[in-house]
Every structure is written in C-alpha cells, then in structure tokens.
DNA sequence: CCTGATCTCAACCCCAGGGTTGAGGCTTGG
DNA sequence: CCAAGCCTCAACCCTGGGGTTGAGATCAGG
C-alpha cells in the first residue's frame, strides 16, 4: 500500500518540483500541496496523510508551528521536514515538535523517498549535519563561558541559581550576608542582571547547573 | 551500483538470517559477515565495504570500539548499529563513536535496507526511541510531566524562567498583577518553590527553558 | 612601592515579591 | 443543575532582595 503524502513548501518551483518527483518514486501517493503553514495544516486535516513533508521557511505558520500542530492533533501524520540550510536555528525546534525526518533541499530522489518511507514506518531518517549536531548536543554538554565573573561571584551565581537565599549563600560559603549582597551587586551589574530570577536563567544558559 | 555490506554479529540465527534477508534485497550485495568485532574490522579492512552492519554486544571487541575503529581507519565505511534494546546504555556511544544509522531487531527487512541504502549515501536513519532520546538529551525536550501545572500557570512559569517581572507578566499575559500573582502561589505551593529563583531553576529542569 | 583588583563587611533605604483571604465568572462533567 | 476546577481580580501585610555608599585587608604586578 502507498505512502500518502500532502507537500508544503512557500516556493511554487519548489512545490511543483517536489510533487512531480514524489509521483515518480513507486510506493508513494501525493494527495495535495500547500503553499504555507495554515494551508499544510488544514490539507492535513482534510486527507489525513501518512507523511507531511513541509519546509521550514513559510509564511502564516512556518514549518515548527505546523508541525506541533500536526503532531498533536493528526499524530497519525508524521511529518518530514526539508529545509535550505542544516544549521538553521529551527532545526532543534522542528525535531522538539515532532518532525521524524530532516532533508536539505539538495538531498536527491531516492533520499527524499526513503525519508518518506522511513517515517511512514516510524523510523527517522536525518540529515548527516542535523544528526551529528544532536549527537554533539546530547554528548558534549557544557562549556561554561567565561564572563569576566571574579571566582568568588561565580560561587555565588552557582548558589543563586541552585535557589539559595542570600543567609544560605552567606552560610554555605561562610561570610557575611553583606559580602554575598556584594558580589551579588557586582555579578548583577557585569551581566547586566535585574534580579535572582534573571540570574538563575543566566547561569543555565552558562552552563554552571 | 550496489551497496557493499559486512554484517557482524556473534549469534549465529541472527548473524545467517541478516545474511540471507539482505541477500534478497535489490541493490545490497553481502560480502562477509563476522562473529565478533575484531574480526568485523578486520573484514572491513578487507573488503572495505560500504556499510558495516553491527550488533552491539559482541565479545573480544564489542560493536561500540569496532564502530570507533571502522570510522577511524576505514572512513570511507559507514557503520549502522543493531540492537535488541533501544535503551541500551551504549546507544549513544555508538553515535558519538560515528555510527551512521540505529535499528532494534524487530526492524523489518524493508527498514533494514532503507538503513543501509541510507547509510551509504550519508544519510542517517535512527529508531524512533533512540531519535527521541537524542531530541530529549540534545535539546531538554518538554516532557509532558508537569507535575500538575495548568496551562496558565505553565505560562507563567516559563515567562518567570525568562526574567520577567510580574508586572511585565501581567502586561504579556494581558491580566492584572493580582492574577499573576495568585497564580504564582500556585505553583509555587504545587512544585514546592521558595521564590522566583527557585522557580526559574525548576522551570529549567522541567525543559520549559 | 604604589596601583588595581578582589574579598570582606556595615548601615541605610525602598519596593517588588510573596503570603493570605475572599470573591466573581467560566467551562466541564457527573 | 450543581460541584469542581480554572482564571480572574482586590486589598492587605511584611520580609527579603536589590541599590548605594563607604571602607579595611590582602595580594599580584608594573
């Protein structure tokens, strides 16, 4: 039994070229093409496909938005995203929302048609750039920026970010409540900081918890 | 022109039955098949075949090292990992150590060779759970765990997690401070936060940041 | 040896944030 | 239809956090 497939893509060369590619590979059915986000989505509701494949880049509703969509209102669908460029910023998004497969759009016939086949089946296929940066991702963790933090307003960043109160901190690192309200004010003002709150973000984007 | 594949693995059944299921398949030709991982590699060295397919769990050298090692020396092999559990510990290390693709055993012959096919073009095809696993590790997926938030207050916490002050809450959520604050004391009393920056702490955790 | 950076501390002010109580409107499901 | 849960808002209190100023002690480096 064939793959149903509903294409979105903004571009109509693209659009075009992809349905007439897709109808030449055995095994998979095109059952409509949208030329954006809202359009994908609503095909989708209306044929109910195995396989959406749809580029990042769209108007109304790009490519993330339609696929979260997708994926929790239609998850029988699942959805192939194809994008211009693998480090685009989205990729992480798209796969967070429940893309299955990740294409360039300079992957060929057979590429394209496997990725398709492949989510059909459940599997995910992904592009050799996308897979590595998930695998550097998931494995090589943090690389604690520097900030020009003094070690001392580190410790205490650390401590802020762990949900300490400032006695705590002053307990923990054993000095005075004045001393952490100190450092406090200088890390604040170096990172440019309105308050704990912000500080603790700052310090998971850092990397130190 | 066919992909040429050596398949290791140290229990028999399954080591003949990879051989005879790929041989029926259209454009892979087997061209030897190992008992353990040293000997994989050095049938790699021999062949130098396009796709390794390896089991993980093999003894003298397991499928992880032979992985390293095929990647290292002989890159112009690519490696896709067999496996009877997807949770295996060792599952991202073989990506890390440069494994291409990722199956369980209960893949069908079609997914098998889509993997390979796929491998060989540099293409990249993963389980769905192991797919899954990387996208929580890589990214801190939204687990869906949360801890009996409601939506609103979910909001809010990720606008906390941001930096933001109640006020400006208020002004995004289009609500007044009061209600920003009762639902602060909510979810302060359901996660069991202290303050803001504990708050912020925890919406990290939870992926909502 | 002086300078600058860091760490330490104190006293003060002010207010945003957090706790509490109470209450009205809105869906939803039994 | 009523109960329950959620979202909304108000008024009050009070503490901890954050801003500011100022200052002594130590230490590395020019």
Redesign the interface.
Known sequence: MSVRVVVADDQRVVRDGLVTLLKLLPGIDVVAAASDGAEAVQLVAEHRPDVLLVDLRMPNVDGVEATRQVRTEYPQTEVVVLTTYSDDESV?SA??AGA?GFLTKD?DA??IG??I??AA????????DV?R???E???AAPKAVDSGLTPREVDVLRL????L?NTEIARRLVVSEATVKTHINHLFAKAN?????????YA?RLGL?
């Open positions: 992480l796969l967070r299955r992957a057979e590429a496997r990725a086949q492949a089946d459940g599997q995910s296929i992904l592009d050799a897979q940066r998930l695998i991702g998931a494995v802020i970010a762990e949900g109160s900081l309105r308050d704990r709150a912000q500080a603790v973000a998971y918890a």
